[in-house]
């Protein structure tokens, strides 16, 4: 299948300067094609993940990557519907520059004759001196078309900076740039982008009358309408130290039947084939999530590795009675304790009535004592039948962690500090 029809069917075009003229542009040989990123905060979050693996089908399909991350775009901002952004310091924009450029680089190979660069608008746009940007950019982009961007319309009254209404300038010279320096004629990116990506085709024909292209995907949501990306923590992030590979997993095995085909045709590698039929697993035997635990273990993989996304599934079976918690590395259980709510002792005599209910899995300590006359007590996956009992400090997972469950579905943890 044409890289174009895959990525039709997959729901991931939303709008293109020419779909026809794009096929042939492709078909005739070897394309480059750049996708931005701003470093507007260190990490980059599950939000992007979908141009990332755009990215990874384009250079699959024989396109060669350029993943831009912006070091001069990052430290001006593309205007927001609501507010000025604010301006970090060059220096606090340049550590985040390098975190990205970590980040990204596990979705491209670098190997061969289409294998991807890394590369840093900061390059160019640091040599350009102000007259030298008015004249041989600006008097290239009609005041009035600017005036007609949407987001730049709805911060007129409440007010908008030159700087943020310069960015489109910016980011269009970057891929008049990468098209003079590395021969790029393709550009994608979301759909918020459009005006940008468009500007800049445009910028490419008036300054050197040649002809590049450019699509957009639609932006991700839920079915539900609430902002995707989002978990009860926050923002779902890239990086490790800001959302755990466990956290990160779990964020995807929690996609709802309503979403979960739309985000596999959007984020997953998969073949058609294999997609087709873990939409028929969905429908037929929702219960199972087959389709959400494939997409969490294969997106976990790609970012994180294998070795990592093996940890992470064990111990969301561990968790739950289904593995050896004992065999958990300490990282992967604290962040999945830390997921399912963790409390914490400074005193070293805790009974399990106690770690029961400050960790949640129950309302008080009478409601302990009446799970475990139950026999709905767990301990580290050990039925407790005296909830009175202390927790003898030889029974602490790397000794200090408990894992503590109620019948088979309410769990929690505690660390004892100290």
Wanted: one cysteine or more; glycine letters at 10%; a negative charge.
């Amino acid at each position: 299948m044409h890289i174009l029809d895959d990525l039709a069917w997959r729901g991931l075009i939303q709008d293109s300067t020419g779909i026809d003229a794009l096929r042939e542009h492709i078909d005739a040989g070897q394309v480059t094609f750049y996708i931005g990123f701003d470093p507007t905060a260190p990490s980059l979050h599950v939000g992007h993940l979908m141009q990332l693996v755009t990215a990874r089908r384009l250079q699959q399909a024989g396109l060669k990557p350029l993943l831009l991350v912006g070091g001069a775009t990052g430290q001006i901002g593309d205007p927001r519907e609501v507010g000025e952004r604010v301006m970090n310091p060059p220096e606090v924009v340049a550590g985040w520059v390098e975190k990205i450029r970590a980040q990204v680089s596990p979705f491209v190979t670098y190997d061969g004759e289409n294998g991807a660069i890394l590369v840093n608008n900061l390059d160019w746009t640091s040599e350009m001196g102000v007259v030298e940007f008015l004249r041989d950019v600006g008097k290239h982009f009609p005041v009035s078309k600017m005036l007609a961007r949407d987001v730049v319309k709805s911060r007129l009254e409440s007010g908008i900076s030159f700087t943020e209404f310069s960015y489109q300038l910016l980011q269009s010279n970057d891929f008049f740039e990468l098209n003079r320096r590395h021969g790029c004629t393709l550009q994608f990116g979301g759909s918020d982008q459009w005006g940008n990506i468009t500007a800049g085709v445009d910028f490419i024909r008036r300054r050197s009358g040649e002809h590049v292209h450019a699509f957009v995907s639609p932006l991700v949501t839920k079915a539900d309408g609430t902002k995707f990306g989002k978990s009860e923590g926050g923002a779902v992030w890239l990086d490790a130290e800001l959302t755990s590979p466990y956290a990160f997993y779990q964020f995807w095995v929690n996609t709802g039947d309503a979403d979960v085909v739309r985000y596999l045709k959007s984020f997953s590698l998969k073949s058609h084939e294999e997609l087709e039929e873990l939409e028929r697993a969905t429908a037929e035997k929702p219960a199972a999530r087959l389709a959400q635990k494939a997409l969490a273990e294969e997106l976990t993989t790609l970012l994180h590795g294998a070795e990592e996304t093996a940890h992470v599934v064990a111990a969301s079976q561990a968790l739950f009675g289904r593995g050896e918690l004992a065999d958990l590395p300490e990282a992967t259980l604290r962040a999945a304790l830390v997921e399912a709510g963790l409390a914490e002792f400074t005193k070293p005599d805790v009974t399990v009535a106690e770690a029961m209910k400050e960790s949640g899995v129950v309302a008080s300590l009478g409601e302990a004592r009446r799970a475990a006359k139950e026999g709905g007590a767990y301990l580290n996956n050990v039925r407790v039948s005296d909830p009175a009992a202390v927790i003898d400090p030889s029974d602490l997972l790397h000794g200090r962690y408990g894992v503590i469950r109620r019948g088979k579905r309410t769990v929690a943890g505690f660390e004892v500090i100290g």
